[in-house]
């Protein structure tokens, strides 16, 4: 799930995430948590500048893998904060 707002700074993106205890045990949340930040890092150069964007990863993301993620991600931020 993604939350995106628009600022009009002239400003790099900025990336937040949630990862719930209902992801998993700590372990699996700060997988999941890293996983995500290289995908936004990924992601970066498609992503308007000046917009707040957070990712809240649902249970669901604990047992996908990179390109699974990735896919998701992106097809969001296309959706929702492309430049």
């Known amino acids: 799930m993604t939350y995106v707002v628009a600022t009009a700074e002239d400003r790099s993106p900025r990336f937040g995430f949630i990862v719930s205890k209902q992801v998993g045990n700590a372990v699996t949340r700060n997988t999941v948590r890293r996983r995500l930040k290289a995908v936004c890092a990924e992601a970066l150069p498609g992503v308007r500048a000046g917009a707040d964007i957070v990712i809240r990863a649902l249970p669901t ?3 996908a ?3 699974q ?3 998701e ?4 931020l296309s959706r ?3 430049a």
């Open 61 to 63: 993301a604990a047992t």
């Open 80 to 82: 929702k904060a492309a």
């Open 69 to 71: 993620l990735r896919d």
């Open 73 to 76: 991600v992106t097809r969001c």
């Open 65 to 67: 893998d990179y390109a």
